[in-house]
């Protein structure tokens, strides 16, 4: 087998390889993108075994689909972990290398689970979705703006149509109008986009049955359900629910020693999409859910309304994967009562 420690960035890499059969050993810098899969296609074409370590990475799909095609082992590592297990302190791109294939053959590679090729493009969808709403918002409060200037204040109602015709009707200076036109333009484009990937991720979802699942939740809807699904996948790779608030960045710092014990901010590690429609989701679930509202409340009181609501967050993490386990539970039942038994 030829084992590579493969130290990537995204104009070039150094690598450092051993073939464990023969003891040959060596480095090289490929540039990307030809000489690199020129490299990698000569080595495949050899046929045998061979399995490459690199830390993750976002700049890296096309190397990986590569890796894949060519049939080759691929290890993607956590590069916090990799980083604590330097010793010196000298930091050089051969040395990354060097490291890496290191632990490689001393099996201390901290291997880090990584989504199927499908899974990432669902993903997209749930990226493409949510960057169109905020594209969408700006304009919003944009033209919210223009009407405000003009002493035009109706809030929600500037979006019906007698709130439109007042918005156009306004004579305006040359350049503001232009802006107020292509500001309309953009919205009447965006709102058919939006309402098309909306769709798509309902299509979706009654593909996924442990998304409907999740849907029995109060206040989780088919997006938060599908991006829960699709990034903590399965729900046995954790532990217990604490470990996925921590995956998810819903846990605050620590910085502790000795008798003194300092807890901070959240760690805001993780997924930020899932974390912000988690978020969203438990507001949704504090308006709907008696218990959870008294629990909102008792918090917001003691620590203040932006700390109550990542606390709700945090509980909705914890409480989800429970009800991904428990797939078998009549889905005819009430919402609020097809969760009273995964309560905490």
Wanted: glycine share 6%.
């Amino acid at each position: 087998m030829i084992i590579i420690g493969c130290d990537y960035h995204p104009g070039f890499q150094q690598i450092a390889f051993v073939d464990t059969e023969t003891g040959e050993c060596g480095e090289r810098r490929l540039e990307h993108r030809e000489e690199a899969e020129k490299f990698y296609r000569d080595l495949g074409a050899q046929g045998a075994a061979i399995r490459l370590g690199m830390e993750a990475s976002g700049q890296a799909r096309w190397f990986e689909r590569l890796l894949g095609e060519l049939r080759f082992e691929l290890w993607i590592g956590d590069a916090a972990e990799i980083r604590t297990k330097r010793v010196r302190k000298q930091k050089t791109d051969r040395q990354d290398a060097q490291l890496i294939l290191q632990l490689l053959i001393e099996d201390r590679f901290p291997r880090i689970w990584v989504p199927s090729g499908e899974n990432r493009d669902l993903r997209q969808l749930l990226w493409h979705r949510h960057r169109m709403v905020q594209a969408r918002t700006r304009v919003m409060n944009q033209l919210q703006a223009v009407a405000l200037n003009e002493g035009l204040r109706c809030k929600k109602r500037l979006w019906r149509d007698a709130g439109r015709e007042q918005l156009e009707s306004f004579a305006l200076a040359p350049w503001a109008s232009r802006r107020r036109r292509d500001l309309l333009e953009l919205l009447d484009r965006l709102t058919p986009t939006i309402a098309e990937l909306t769709q798509a991720i309902e299509q979706e979802v009654e593909k996924c049955p442990e998304a409907q699942r999740l849907q029995t939740h109060p206040g989780v809807g088919a997006l938060t359900a599908l991006a829960f699904v699709l990034i903590i996948d399965r729900a046995d790779r954790f532990q217990c629910g604490k470990q996925i608030a921590s995956y998810l960045g819903l846990v605050p710092l620590e910085e502790s020693s000795g008798q003194r014990r300092r807890l901070g901010h959240i760690t805001k590690q993780g997924n930020s999409l899932l974390r912000f429609l988690l978020v969203e989701a438990a507001q949704v679930t504090v308006r709907s859910d008696q218990e959870w509202r008294s629990k909102y409340f008792h918090l917001a009181m003691r620590r203040g309304r932006k700390i109550a609501k990542v606390a709700m967050a945090r509980r909705l993490a914890v409480r989800l994967p429970r009800g991904v386990r428990s797939s078998n539970h009549d889905r005819r039942c009430d919402r609020r009562d097809a969760w009273v038994e995964l309560s905490f």
